[in-house]
């Protein structure tokens, strides 16, 4: 079974660019989530996806960050304009739905903004 | 406010030793906790889940235990090796399929 599949592996922008990332979870995972972790913090939720419906995204800077995953399937993370404090790596994970809620993570994107 | 804590947050012990992680968690209403492993530059590796009904998981080298009461997870690792050199997070949720709070995590190094 292949699992989640990120890119890029690492960006380096400028701050008051833009930057996209991209996930794919594990086929017919309905649940979708994409951490933040700070360099030396564990991963922090910005946003929770049940299918292409959002559940939880209260932790998202909506000022600069979006998130969206149309078709249910792959999902997209934006920054816009990004900020100096946005260097982490992006995690992306997926949960089939099983009860015991164990969560696959990809290897993440490391983003640096310079 | 639901909070992970792991101490310590660095550890280096000689190869061959045996060693305790802790984690604690300010709710104990936990649905379930994860133990998981970080290495430099990679994702996560589920190592061990517990269920909030169970009071331990093994896996191999790697005993987890858990007492919802006192809030305590520990993860014990037995005859570390080299190759255990990673960060170690804890982790729990409150629901199926509700987010994943993580401490911040241990940074372990085995000294050959």
């Known amino acids: 079974e292949a699992g989640v599949a990120q890119s890029p592996r690492y960006k380096i922008i400028e701050k008051r660019q833009s930057v996209a990332f991209w996930c794919n979870p594990i086929?017919?995972?309905?649940?979708l989530y994409w951490y933040q972790q700070i360099l030396g913090q564990g991963p922090k939720l910005l946003i929770q996806f049940q299918n292409n419906g959002v559940v939880d995204d209260s932790q998202l800077p909506k000022d600069r960050f979006s998130a969206e995953r149309l078709k249910g399937v792959d999902s997209t993370l934006k920054i816009q304009p990004a900020k100096l404090e946005d260097s982490a790596v992006y995690l992306c994970a997926s949960l089939l739905g099983s009860a015991y809620n164990e969560q696959f993570f990809g290897p993440g994107t490391r983003l640096t903004v310079l | 406010k639901q909070e992970v804590t792991q101490i310590p947050a660095a550890l280096s012990v000689p190869e061959g030793e045996n060693l305790v992680l802790n984690c604690s968690f300010t709710?104990?209403?936990?649905?379930?906790l994860q133990w998981f492993r970080q290495d430099p530059g990679k994702g996560l590796t589920s190592l061990l889940l517990?269920?909030?009904?169970?009071r331990e998981q093994t896996s191999g080298r790697l005993n987890a235990s858990l007492d919802k009461s006192s809030g305590r997870s520990t993860l014990y690792i037995a005859a570390s090796q080299p190759g255990d050199s990673a960060t170690y997070l804890c982790?729990?949720?409150?629901?199926?399929?509700?987010?994943?709070?993580f401490g911040s995590g241990t940074r372990l190094s085995i000294r050959p």
């Open positions: 982790a729990v949720s409150y629901s199926s399929a509700s987010k994943i709070i």
């Open positions: 086929s017919g995972h309905a649940t």
């Open positions: 517990i269920q909030s009904s169970q």
């Open positions: 709710d104990s209403a936990i649905y379930n």
